[in-house]
């Protein structure tokens, strides 16, 4: 597996019109071999996130922003625990996008936003996003049509400035099929540990599967830039779907040319009694 093999199946070029009926989920032919051999590859490679995200702590110059959108069970909160899994948090912020509150509300729907984004040497993970703005907004139409029509282009600007700025942005759109979505709603309804997750609400969101899918055909059909891509990443196998999403991250800070911060000088002649 490797970024060229990964990036002409998975990333989604500039003002590329998708269908998301010709992607499939369960695909897994960028790696040779089976989930055991998936996972060890998979752990290698979060050994080399590992050091990666601390040079780039150590370094302290650039951003890295992570976006995560997917349907409801589509492994959002999986993707994050096993891709993550011993990376120092120091460094490593998560911020997750629920139902606006009152106070966000009253503001451009990018405030919330922005005040979220990565500073220098920080890596931020999106669980959720100012997608949902043209996502479940426009599925429940939540704003007027012309309002979340007019989302898309400002989206493609702010996140060019955020790039502009030094913020490099990798945004994975994990595709599930509604047979795998159904799957895991029944094991939040088995698993008694799993109950938790279960919300009745996301019943009524399942039933309006093909608007979702539309929606996001829309996202990504008019938001991937060179500066800021989607990655379609095929989720129905978790290992799959936690490799796919490795890969790219180190590749992306393998590629970011870092250096750890010049020593003091003398180093060498110290002795400490
Ligand atoms: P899980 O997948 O584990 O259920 P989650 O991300 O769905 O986690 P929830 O608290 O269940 O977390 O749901 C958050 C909800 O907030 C989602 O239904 C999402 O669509 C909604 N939401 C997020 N941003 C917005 C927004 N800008 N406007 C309206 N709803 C939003
Ligand atoms: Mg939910």
Sequence with gaps: MNNRTIDNRYRVPPKTKID??????????????????????????????ESLQELLYAEGKHKLLIVLQAMDAGGKDGTIRHVFDGVNPQGVKVASFKQPTPEELAHDYLWRIHKQTPGRGEIVIFNRSHYEDVLVVRVHNLVAKDVWQRRYDQIVAFEKRLAEEGTTILKFYLHIDKDEQKERL????????????????????????????????????????????????????????????????????????????????????????
């Design 20 to 49: 998301l009926d010709k992607w499939d989920p369960a695909d897994h032919s960028a790696f040779d071999g089976d989930k055991d051999a998936g996972e060890k590859a998979a752990n290698k490679l979060n050994k080399r996130l």
């Design 186 to 273: 029944q094991a939040r309804l088995d698993e008694p540990d799993k109950n938790w997750k279960f919300a009745k609400g996301d019943l009524a969101e399942r039933a309006l599967w093909p608007q979702y899918q539309a929606a996001y055909e829309a996202v990504l059909s008019r938001t991937s830039t060179e500066l800021a891509p989607w990655y379609i990443i095929p989720a129905n196998r978790k290992w799959y779907r936690n490799l796919v999403i490795s890969q790219i991250l180190v590749d992306t800070l393998e590629g970011l040319d870092m250096h750890f911060p010049q020593a003091e000088e003398g180093l060498a002649e110290i002795v400490i009694e």
